[in-house]
């Protein structure tokens, strides 16, 4: 896509969220997945200014829980930035969100500069990159989006609805992630529960996804970030001040208070 037209889609999406618009599809939609990745680019440059450099990424749409919720059958990615990391316990304001989601994730921290190739990545090839594994929530902003007419290119361009994420401690050593459990809770009462296997068959198969889309967009993963590997079940909408909670078997557990 021609670095003009990009940059104003991008220009365009800031001046939805300042105004608290309701998400929409991008006019004229983006052609291919590919110019809304080159969108979200220059979005994402654009909300630099005021949160600092990227940490970190996520992957989205890894489990077949949230694929169906948003009539999506591949993952799609979207950049962290530095001010949008927090610790558990953390808090969000509802009104700060167009419509605020949380999603239930295994985070995992790079160890090393993962370089560039043609090859696509696997989970094998990832796991040396890794040094620490957490549980973490996903703050999501979708703006009250209409689902039974997503467009995913428009989803993909606004950043993948990233708005924030909450992570515990990361651990450096870890149980097999494909069984492991997570259960999400509000004020302890219990709201979902997940498997790790439940995200592209094992977290770092999303991390491994992640790599081989960077990889063919010219970039790389780098020692220090994090992926927010997907969601083990699908998102929840807060509409009352609740604490939330989600606790891995052997890990730990993230919450955020909600108000």
């Known amino acids: 896509m021609e670095d003009i037209a990009a940059h104003r889609a991008a220009e365009w999406l800031l001046a939805e969220h300042r105004a608290g618009h309701r998400f929409q599809t991008l006019s004229p939609p983006a052609a291919t997945v590919a110019d809304a990745y080159d969108i979200q680019d220059k979005y994402v440059a654009l909300l630099a200014y005021e949160n600092g450099e990227p940490a970190g990424y996520k992957v989205g749409l890894t489990s077949a829980t949230m694929q169906a919720f948003c009539r999506i059958d591949h993952p799609i990615a979207g950049v962290v930035l530095a001010s949008c990391v927090h610790r558990s316990p953390a808090s969000a304001r509802r009104a700060d ?51 039974a007419n997503l467009d995913v290119r428009s989803l993909v361009a606004d950043n993948s609805w990233n708005s924030g994420v909450v992570l515990s401690e990361f651990s450096s050593t870890w149980p ?84």
């Not at 500069?113 to 999501?140: M, N, Q, R, S, W």
């Open 97 to 147: 969100f167009g419509r605020l989601g949380l999603e239930f994730e295994i985070a995992v921290r790079i160890k090393s500069h993962i370089p560039v190739t043609d090859k696509p990545f696997t989970a094998e090839a990832i796991a040396p990159h890794i040094d620490g594994v957490c549980a973490a929530i996903e703050l999501v902003d979708d703006r009250a989006a209409d689902y």
């Open 176 to 259: 097999d992630l494909a069984p492991l459990l997570g259960r999400a809770t509000k004020d302890g009462d219990l709201i979902g529960e997940g498997y790790g296997r439940d995200i592209l068959g094992h977290p770092f198969n999303s991390a491994a996804w992640l790599a081989t889309h960077l990889a063919a967009r010219g970039t790389a993963l780098k020692a220090g970030q994090i992926v927010m590997t997907g969601s083990v079940m699908k998102t929840i909408f807060p509409e009352h001040d609740a604490r939330y909670r989600f606790d891995l078997e052997g890990l730990g557990s993230v919450e955020v208070q909600v108000s």
